[in-house]
């Protein structure tokens, strides 16, 4: 089975590491910012992990067409179409130009990408374990109540704990198909 995963945030280096520590090794630098989607593919624990990291997508210097090109280029890598939408958050750096821009981002996907995100929400204090104070967010709480499911980057959050929220959210969309298909 493959699980196909698109990372979107606001930090290429947020993301990176989020990735690597998803795959559990170094495969994307978190200084040399892409300017392309990409595509690492890996097996870990019985399942075939197939990774896409966006650029910054989020950023207003990306003109409309771009987007909806670099959007085009993600939906191509992720064929047939991404299982589960990583939305890599940093509360004290998440604007309402960024939350505007995810917004437009996710709908660039199509309609049900808020069902397949999951928020992992990387507060500057990893000590603190409550989603209540974001979901207080003026910007962060309106993501963060759209998206299936939650988590909170703790300082001692584990590889298997991350991949078990991306692997709910996939069962919850799975489901989904097969009852609306009946």
């Known amino acids: 089975s493959e699980v196909r995963v ?9 993301r990176s590491s989020v990735g690597n520590f998803i795959l559990g090794a170094t495969v994307f630098s978190s200084e040399d910012k892409a300017d392309l989607c990409l595509r690492v593919k890996r097996e870990l624990k019985g ?19 771009d987007l909806t090109k670099q959007v085009e280029d993600c939906v191509r ?19 309402e130009d960024h939350r505007q821009r995810l917004q437009m ?11 397949r995100s999951l928020a992992l929400i990387m507060p500057k204090d990893k000590s603190s374990s409550s989603t209540e104070k974001y979901l207080q967010h003026p910007q962060l709480g309106d993501i963060i109540k759209k998206c299936r499911e939650k988590l909170l980057w703790q300082k001692n959050l584990e590889q298997e704990q991350l991949l078990a929220a991306i692997d709910t959210v996939v069962k919850k ?10």
């Open 6 to 14: 698109v990372l979107l945030g606001n930090s290429w280096s947020k």
């Open 47 to 65: 399942k075939e992990i197939d990774l896409i990291n966006t650029p910054d997508l989020l950023s207003p210097k990306i003109s409309p067409e």
């Open 77 to 95: 890598l992720s064929a047939p179409g991404p299982h589960v939408f990583l939305l890599v958050l940093q509360p004290a750096d998440f604007t």
């Open 105 to 115: 981002v996710l709908e660039l996907f199509g309609d049900p990408s808020f069902d």
């Open 173 to 182: 969309s799975m489901r989904e198909e097969v009852s609306s298909e009946e």
